[in-house]
């Protein structure tokens, strides 16, 4: 099945500081290309890998699981590892908790994290009945487009596949276990109003760190997909201060203060 228009991956080569952007489930790097682009051109090297099975169809996601999602997300910064002296992991939903993830297998290989509206628990009743309703329900409604700003597309899917809702909620447990081992500074954004994600992830996450460095900033006017919404600037910006403060020490690392490529 073709790609769809707008979830193409994204990579740029910069300096030698880069970023691995991890996209939500069902959705696609187009949640997550004006992040890139502007982190690109404030001089990083950035990756936006698609994760398999997302941006064609609900059916061809239906077959892939979490480990499939980590192990691209691993291999994009397993390559920047190689390329840069500092890498900073992002994410958005489910990208969030893969973004976290990251942070807990590979240490003081990440200088940061910035996760917006993360996802790591939910208390939809509903999902109580995964492990049986997975093998009789194909997929349920969608979660896309939860957007308060008019004309934005995620490019994302209008079905859940339940085989991997199931994957995912087994993924959250794991990263929900592991919260204590990421020690990384960490700077989290969530949305105010949220129709898909509680904020009561957001809050988890930073209460059950062991990171001595972290923040967490409101977004007052977005809702789940933040990143198109009319609070993006304040994330993209935010973010950039963040890799910008913690590379002051770098001489090398300097990014463009104005967010244009040299």
Known sequence: MALRVGAEPFSATGGPVGVVLCHGFTGSPASMRPWAEQLAAAGLTVELPLLPGHGMSWQEM????WPD???????SLRALEERCEQVFV????????????????????????????????????MLALLPLLRHVVAAGPGVSNDIKLEGRDEVAYDKVPLQSLHSLTKFWRLVRDDLPRITQPLLVFGSEVDHVVEPTNGREVIERVSSADVQYVVLPDSYHVATLDNDAQTII?????????LTAD???????TDGRAS
């Open 90 to 125: 992002m994410g958005l939903s489910m990208g969030g908790s893969l973004a976290l993830r990251l942070a807990q297998e590979h240490g003081d290989a990440i200088s940061g994290i910035v996760v917006v509206n993360p996802s790591i628990h939910s208390s939809n009743r």
């Open 69 to 75: 999602w980590y192990a691209v997300v691993d291999q």
């Open 250 to 256: 770098a001489p090398s690392s300097k990014l463009k």
């Open 62 to 65: 239906q077959v892939t699981r």
């Open 237 to 245: 910006d935010g973010s950039l201060s963040f890799i910008r403060r």
